[in-house]
Structure formats: C-alpha cells, structure tokens
C-alpha cells in the first residue's frame, strides 16, 4: 500500500520567505509526527498530532514554526521568516495511533535556506 | 528530558565480520527502536523492542534491550555490503509525548 508521502521534495527559498511543507500520511493513521533531520544527526522531534489537535508540540524551535493538521489526515508544516539555520530535512511519520505504534517514515522535504 | 547515546558513531569493517552498535539511554524509555537510513533516503523500521530482556532478530541483524542498564545493541553478524547504512537508535521521550528522541547515528561501512 502507499506509505507516508511528502510534497515538495526539494525546496530552496530566499531568507525571510514563508515556506508551506505537505505530509500525507498512510492512510487509517491517527498520529502524525514531524521531524527535522540536520546533516550528519538524528532527527529531531518537532511536532506529534493526535486526529486533528497537536498533542505536543514542544519540539517547534520557536514562533516561527507552525503545523496544521485541520481534518485529521493531511498535515502542513508552516515556516515564517526563513533563516538560514531552518536549512534541513523535514521528516513526517505516521502510526496507527500514538503510543507504542510504530511511526513510518516519509521520504522528506529537503529545505534549503538561501 | 531523554538523551541517547550511540557508539561508535562511525564503524568501518571487512565482509564476514560480526560487530556490535551500542544505545544509551538516559532515563527511562518505555520502548526502543531502531531505524535503518540510506544516503539521500528515509529512515526505515528494523526493530521496536517493548521490553527488558526483548531480543529480535531479522536476517543479519539482532537487536536486545536491557532496560536497567538503559542499553540496547545492535549486533551484525557475517556482515555484508548490503548493510552499509547510517543506523539509529531512538527512545520515546516520555512525560505523555510521543514523539521519539534519536541519537546521532551510526555511520556503517562494509567493505568486500
């Protein structure tokens, strides 16, 4: 079946610019995950929903940052004021339901940050 | 807050050999898991291991989780080029989040 796809793969923007990042995860998921991967580390956790609402989002560096998920499937990670240091790659996942289920992969966006 | 810690971070080694990829874990973590990356790929699932004494095998690759000592391996046995691959460890952050905390990556090289 189609796993967690993401929209656009590749994406170069000027700094300062706003960015708009899509995850569709698979379909039947409940929980929705975002992820920033640097070069050479592990991802980092952004952002967890749970249906519609953000169930933690302690990960989002600053105000800057935002996602959305409004009718419980597609989700979109919002970036405002692009800095070079947003530069990275946004991983989304997605689980039967939060908890111990196991989270699959997108094959994320690569943002790059000029 | 979790923390978790991978050893060595890079490992180069022949075909045929068996090795072992060390996850440290600073508090306690209800689950462990264990990805696979290749360059320029998503990660992909190899193993979550629930509980203490928890051992899973696939193929070449054998995962085990001891949870008093916070520590999981990963131990690659025969090893083969296919397995060249950045593998992580990640723990569950706890305190009603779920969303996973990685370490760093263990950069692995197989060479013939």
């Not at chain 1, 169930?55 to 499937?73: H, I, K, M, Q």
């Not at chain 2, 992909?44 to 001891?66: H, I, P, T």
């Amino acid at each position: 079946g189609a796993g967690v796809s993401q929209t656009p793969s590749n994406k170069v923007t000027e700094k300062g610019k706003y960015v708009e990042l899509r995850c569709d995860p698979i379909s039947g998921h409940t929980a929705l995950y975002w992820y920033r991967q640097s070069l050479g580390q592990g991802p980092e956790f952004l952002i967890y929903f749970q249906g519609t609402g953000a169930a933690d989002d302690s990960g989002l560096p600053n105000d800057r940052f935002f996602a959305v998920r409004p009718e419980g499937s597609v989700s979109t990670l919002k970036i405002q004021r692009t800095e070079r240091g947003d530069s990275a790659v946004y991983l989304c996942a997605s689980s039967l339901s939060g908890g111990p289920s196991e989270q699959y992969f997108g094959p994320g966006t690569r943002l790059t940050v000029t | 807050e979790l923390k978790v810690e991978q050893n060595p971070l890079f490992l180069s080694m022949q075909e045929g050999k068996n090795y072992t990829i060390y996850c440290n874990y600073s508090t306690t973590s209800d689950r462990l898991y264990w990805y696979r990356q290749d360059p320029g790929k998503s990660l992909e699932s190899l193993f979550v291991l629930l509980s203490n004494g928890a051992v899973k095998q696939e193929g070449r690759l054998m995962a085990s989780l001891d949870t008093k000592a916070r520590l999981s391996t990963l131990h690659i046995t025969a090893a083969v080029h296919d397995l060249s691959a950045t593998y992580f460890c990640a723990g569950e952050s706890g305190g009603g989040a779920d969303g996973l905390t990685f370490g760093k990556g263990t950069h692995l090289i197989i060479q013939p």
